[in-house]
């Protein structure tokens, strides 16, 4: 019994500290897909974050604050179109910068409305995102371990079904893959290339938005200047790992939520593993893991490549 609960546990923490990350990878699918390369992840979680917890704070409503998070999310990936896809910007330099545009706004706002501090006030418990399951279990079964959740990870693998059907099912889906393939076949075609790549990465930096209000409003209750420390490039890497596909993506999130709940339950074990050597676990694995697919990992042709057409 207790080797099925200690397996219990690490799933449990797995799936949510899976969570985040399948939001956000999601959006790096969706980005790529169309052509446009969105490193920026990290900087646009690390803004959703705050604005979820700010908003979730104030209004007491967990839900609004989650939906700013995307809506801060959108707005910054809103400047990484302007400049990726108006102002044909080099993709790689755009996504550093909003990496660095993402932390500092976040810092700058937080500092504004919490006086002066680096952190958001911490959220009620009963201001939190809820757990549909809690309650519906033994306390300490195996089930409630696995399946008492936060509803951001049951609405993660929902939209993990979502995304695939509107990449592979929809018309617009369509649109995005095409544009992300062959621009120039795309725009003869009748298709306004500029119109979907602003729709795909603005949608990117929603998604994003959301892993870091998944963050800040489910696995903490509030927002600190630490909360996002790596997640968007770690969730990138689960994009490529998954070959720019969402359920590929998916499926590497689990893998390095994996890494962090093995590290999490390790450090609980009492086995004398340094602190600092279990953090590194779940950056270790993401090495790894590029090390070994990125090379086989080929992504849309036009994936990174500016596009200007005729009228321009």
Not at 50 to 62: D, H, S
Not at 72 to 94: P, Y
Not at 261 to 288: E, N
Request: aromatic share 12%; with cysteine.
């Amino acid at each position: 019994m207790k080797v099925l609960n200690d397996i219990g546990v690490i799933i449990g923490i797995t799936l949510m500290y899976a969570a985040p990350l399948i939001y956000t990878s999601l959006g790096g699918v969706i980005s790529e897909n169309s052509g446009v390369v969105n490193i920026g992840l990290e900087g646009m979680m690390t803004i959703g974050a705050f604005a979820g917890a700010a908003v979730g704070y104030f209004t007491k409503n967990p839900w609004l604050g989650f939906l700013a998070a995307g809506l801060a999310g959108g707005m910054l990936a809103l400047l990484h179109a302007i400049a990726c896809v108006t102002f044909t910007a080099d993709h790689v330099v755009s996504g550093i910068a909003i990496n660095f545009i993402g932390p500092g706004l976040a810092l700058f706002l937080c500092k504004m409305f919490f006086d002066g501090a680096a952190m958001t006030l911490p959220l009620d418990l009963d201001n939190k995102i809820p757990r549909p399951f809690n309650g519906v279990f033994p306390s300490n079964s195996f089930l409630n371990l696995v399946f008492n959740q936060y509803a951001t990870v049951y609405i993660a693998f929902i939209l993990v079904l979502i995304v695939w059907f509107l990449l592979y099912k929809t018309r617009l889906g369509l649109r995005i893959r095409s544009v992300g393939e062959h621009p120039r076949a795309a725009d003869t075609l009748g298709i306004n290339v500029y119109r979907v790549k602003y729709i795909a990465v603005i949608l990117s930096g929603i998604f994003a938005g959301f892993g870091g209000a998944a963050m800040s409003l489910a696995v903490v209750s509030n927002y600190r200047i630490t909360l996002i420390s790596g997640q968007g490039f770690i969730a990138l890497a689960a994009m490529i790992f998954g070959k720019w596909k969402p359920q590929g993506a998916m499926w590497g999130c689990l893998l390095f939520g994996a890494a962090q709940g093995l590290t999490v339950y390790l450090g609980g074990a009492g086995l004398g593993i340094s602190s600092q050597i279990l953090a590194m676990v779940p950056y270790l694995i993401t090495l790894l893991v590029l090390m070994v697919f990125v090379g086989e990992s080929n992504g849309p042709a036009a994936n990174g490549l500016q596009y200007e057409n005729d009228k321009n």
